[in-house]
Antibody, heavy 120, light 110 residues
Framework: EVQLVESGGGLVQPGGSLRLSCSASGFTFSSYVLHWVRQAPGKGLQYVSAISSSGDSTYYTDSVKGRFTVSRDNSKNTLYLQMSSLGPEDTALYYC?????????????WGQGTLVTVSS | QTVVTQEPSLTVSPGGTVTLTCASSTGAVTSGYYPNWFQQKPGQAPRSLIYSTSNKHSWTPARFSGSLLGDKAALTLSGVQPEDEADYYCLLYYGGARGVFGGGTKLTVL
């Protein structure tokens, strides 16, 4: 059974940093693209970032470029999202999503999300 | 700025058929935009329904189908069930990994 469990969310002050983790099981982690998607309270979905199976290719939406860094440790079956210079607009539930083996354009399993709140 | 537009809300009767659409500010949506569709019920994580325009996941009920309709991507629900009441989101790709979600459609089954 595929499982994705996000952690690391919490309350952080504006300008602060946070590292999210996504622990995966039930599939060959190192073979799949992984995505981060976020959802502000009461709002729609926003595509945040993606990383290739090997970790050598990454993507960021414009609003987080230069502030967020996605990485993965295939030996630990874990995906990360390092977030810095956080602002209130980054307040959201952050989901980790399993992708395809060779394409960016595929989503299947979603985690339950971890909540990030940016507030003073 | 690229905008993906969905109907904000739709209402359908149980057993009926409804089509949700997904339009791009850049022009006609084609298979090269790799349309994906997702369902989200209140308090739950989204669930993937359709990828690459019309391909279903193993868990996607047969009553859901994806297509291109005119210049838009479309999700059609045939024989709607009460449990289909949810928010539905489309996702389009604009080169490489640059994906943009639509604003979502709130589907009411009444």
């Amino acid at each position: 059974e595929v499982q994705l469990v996000e952690s690391g969310g919490g309350l952080v002050q504006p300008g602060g940093s946070l590292r999210l983790s996504c622990s995966a099981s039930g599939f060959t982690f190192s073979s799949y693209v992984l995505h981060w998607v976020r959802q502000a309270p009461g709002k729609g979905l926003q595509y945040v970032s993606a990383i290739s199976s090997s970790g050598d290719s990454t993507y960021y939406t414009d609003s987080v470029k230069g502030r967020f860094t996605v990485s993965r440790d295939n030996s630990k079956n874990t995906l990360y999202l390092q977030m810095s210079s956080l602002g209130p607009e980054d307040t959201a539930l952050y989901y980790c999503v399993k992708g395809g083996t060779w394409t960016w354009h595929y989503f299947d399993y979603w985690g339950q999300g971890t909540l990030v709140t940016v507030s003073s | 700025q690229t905008v993906v537009t969905q109907e904000p809300s739709l209402t359908v009767s149980p057993g009926g058929t409804v089509t949700l659409t997904c339009a791009s500010s850049t022009g006609a949506v084609t298979s090269g935009y790799y349309p994906n569709w997702f369902q989200q019920k209140p308090g739950q994580a989204p669930r993937s329904l359709i990828y690459s325009t019309s391909n279903k996941h193993s868990w996607t009920p047969a009553r859901f189908s994806g297509s291109l309709l005119g210049d838009k991507a479309a999700l059609t629900l045939s024989g709607v069930q009460p449990e289909d009441e949810a928010d539905y989101y489309c996702l389009l790709y604009y080169g490489g990994a640059r994906g943009v979600f639509g604003g979502g459609t709130k589907l009411t089954v009444l």
